[in-house]
Nanobody, 124 residues
Framework: QVRLVESGGGLVQAGDSLRLSCTAS????????MGWFRQAQGKEREFVASISWSIVPYYTDSVKGRFTISRENAKKTVYLEMNSLKPEDTAVYYC??????????????????WGQGTQVTVSS
């Protein structure tokens, strides 16, 4: 079993930066792929970024060039650095873990383990 705890959300202005963190329990963090998803109010949850066990990152088109996903296995933590934030980035951000390690998962069902979410609000 893997427990994930996100932190770092908050209220920022458009153009600002924010870094989200997700810390995992369990012994096999380094073997897992980690993903970030987000859900805006009234919308379905969507893929934002993922990073494989071999530290290959993947991004959805809308965040490429603005967001950076990274991981620090010694701390069992994955980060999402978000720059040039826009009001449309406002959402609850969720961390997720995939034991396959591939980082190719784009849907909820690809990730068995989820955090509780952290709110990011970007004002215009």
């Amino acid at each position: 079993q893997v427990r994930l705890v996100e932190s770092g959300g908050g209220l920022v202005q458009a153009g600002d930066s924010l870094r989200l963190s997700c810390t995992a329990s369990g012994r096999t963090f380094s073997n897992y792929a980690m993903g970030w998803f987000r859900q805006a109010q009234g919308k379905e949850r969507e893929f934002v970024a993922s990073i494989s066990w071999s530290i290959v990152p993947y991004y959805t088109d809308s965040v490429k060039g603005r967001f950076t996903i990274s991981r620090e296995n010694a701390k069992k933590t994955v980060y999402l650095e978000m720059n040039s934030l826009k009001p449309e980035d406002t959402a609850v951000y969720y961390c997720a873990a995939d034991p396959s390690g591939s980082g190719l998962g784009r849907y909820d069902h690809d990730y068995p383990y989820w955090g509780q979410g952290t709110q990011v609000t970007v004002s215009s």
